[in-house]
């Protein structure tokens, strides 16, 4: 006899350029497919976000979109979003349900929960900002209850939903983010092409998505300051966003036009983290920061905020407090500065990410997933 496949179904806002719909495209691509049948749900991305749905599809992975589901809340739109979601469940009789980002987390658990989904989980991939709103976040309470499984990034991540009275400590696991970490050790060839075409050195930069929570402006802020020590210094902006006209204008104020590049997104990142003397993690919020491990997988030193798992990945001297552009450019100075120590700092850091690995990582969670079935006796 031929045992049934497992059916899990995903559901994620929006398959924007970002580090949580990657890790949505990995978790499904890596799942064995001899135990788990895997589909995606997802939404429409933002303007200047960038959208992952073909890069998915390419990848061989079954994708569905419901267009009315949107970061922005929208009472009607969300009440249809809610009602395709639920009936998408039902056609699909799927035995797992798992949310990322906080309106699918919202919609899809609502939806899981009227369909009778036997195991829900949700994955907290930072601290949420729209939980601000006594609204949603007594909506967000409430769907809790109903989840199974509630997974957080990090530590610092289950502490900050558990200040805001979401879940019961028994309901988190923590589950760290894995990468393909081969695929980032393995050098594309790209990063001396890259870096001649600059013009300048040494080369810093940044992965992410220009919003307010990634802290570019205190970057931007850096670099000013270092540019009198390092006249040709070149900083390497990869990502977009809405801040994108914002950030460029700071640049053009503060005189550094020369001397900053805004990329745009990149499906590759892996030349430009090997064009870079050192990364920087200038963020206000993070979870477990996605583009931090891949520069540390790439043997990139790097320099970050003190915010979400930074401080148990990287060294004490490379972290500054969120806000402090003059700490910022201290701790990346001095790395420019020393070429022993940002040598030592490149080995430690693919150390370190080597033990965050994507293999580790969709095993724990398939983990979750068969134990939570397990305990509802749905197989």
């Not at 558990?162 to 980032?184: H, M, P, T």
């Not at 700071?250 to 020369?258: F, K, P, T």
Request: charged share 25%.
């Amino acid at each position: 006899m031929i045992e049934q496949r497992i059916r899990v179904l995903q559901i994620i806002t929006r398959l924007a350029a970002r580090g949580a719909p990657r890790h949505v495209l990995d978790l499904a691509e890596r799942l064995d497919g001899e135990r788990f049948e895997v589909s995606i749900l997802t939404g429409t991305p933002e303007a200047d976000e960038g959208d992952l749905l073909e890069e998915a599809r390419s990848r061989g992975l079954r994708v569905d979109v419901t267009p009315e589901m949107r970061r922005a809340v929208g009472p009607l739109r969300d009440l249809i979003s809610l009602y395709k979601i639920y009936r998408f469940i039902r056609r699909g009789r799927f035995d797992v349900v798992h949310t990322h980002i906080s309106k699918a987390g919202i919609l899809g658990r609502i939806a899981a929960w009227m369909a009778g989904t036997p195991v829900v989980l949700h994955t907290y991939h930072g601290p949420v900002n729209e939980l601000s709103n006594p609204l949603l976040s007594t909506v967000e309470r409430w769907v809790a209850r109903r989840t199974q499984t509630l997974i957080a990034v990090s530590p610092s991540v289950v502490e900050h939903q558990l200040s805001l009275g979401i879940g019961a400590r028994e309901q988190y696991e923590v589950v760290r983010n894995g990468i393909d970490l081969e695929w980032y050790q393995k050098s594309c060839g790209e990063g001396n092409e890259l870096r001649a075409s600059l013009g300048g050195q040494p080369v810093i930069g940044t992965i992410g998505s220009l919003t307010a929570e990634k802290g570019t402006e205190e970057l931007i802020g850096a670099a000013a300051i270092l540019r009198g020590q390092f006249p040709d210094l070149r900083v390497c902006v990869v990502g977009d966003g809405v801040k994108r006209e914002a950030l460029q204008a700071s640049v053009q104020e503060a005189g550094l036009a020369d001397h900053v590049l805004f990329v745009g997104n990149v499906n590759d990142v892996r030349g430009w983290l090997s064009a870079f003397d050192v990364f920087v993690l200038p963020s206000h919020s993070e979870g477990m920061s996605r583009s931090l491990l891949e520069a540390m997988a790439a043997g990139c030193a790097a320099v970050a905020t003190q915010v979400g798992d930074a401080a148990g990945l990287l060294d004490a001297s490379c972290l500054v407090a969120i806000g402090d552009e003059v700490g910022l450019a201290e701790a990346i100075r001095l790395l420019l500065s020393d070429d022993v120590e940002r040598d030592k700092q490149q080995q430690v850091n693919r150390a370190v990410a080597g033990g965050h690995d994507l293999a580790t990582m969709t095993k724990h969670v398939a983990g979750l997933y068969e134990s939570g079935l397990a305990k509802r006796g749905a197989t």
